[in-house]
């Protein structure tokens, strides 16, 4: 069975930064792509960045690009998401989810089969 935890969420005035965690166990971590996903109040859970298994490809939503980075540490098997420049529109429920297998996609939630329980993230204006 596949855990994954999320940390490193809270309240922060717009402009500033976060950095979350997802640390997993239960499946050999190395071998799967992970992402971060995110659902605000009212809204959909949508895609927010995506990283390969071997932390050499990501993949962000439009909304966030240049803004956050997506990476991981094999070794203790733990996924990370730095968010810069925050904005109030980024607060929600941020999800980090381990990818269903290898051909899955990156971007819709069908392509991941794990997910955290979620860390709430809060940008005041």
């Known amino acids: 069975q596949v855990q994954l935890v999320e940390s490193g969420g809270g309240l922060v005035q717009a402009g500033g930064s976060l950095r979350l965690s997802c640390a997993a166990s239960g499946r050999t971590f190395s071998s799967y792509g992970m992402g971060w996903f995110r659902q605000a109040p009212g809204k959909e859970r949508e895609f927010v960045a995506a990283v390969n298994w071997s932390g050499g490809s990501t993949y962000y939503a439009d909304s966030v690009k240049g803004r956050f980075t997506i990476s991981r540490d094999n070794a203790k098997n733990t996924v990370y998401l730095q968010m810069n420049t925050l904005r109030p529109e980024d607060t929600a429920v941020y999800y980090c989810?381990?990818?269903?297998?290898?051909?899955?996609?990156?971007?819709?939630?069908?392509?991941?089969?794990?997910w955290g329980q979620g860390t709430q993230v809060t940008v005041s204006s």
């Open positions: 989810a381990q990818k269903r297998y290898s051909g899955s996609s990156y971007y819709a939630l069908p392509g991941y089969y794990y």
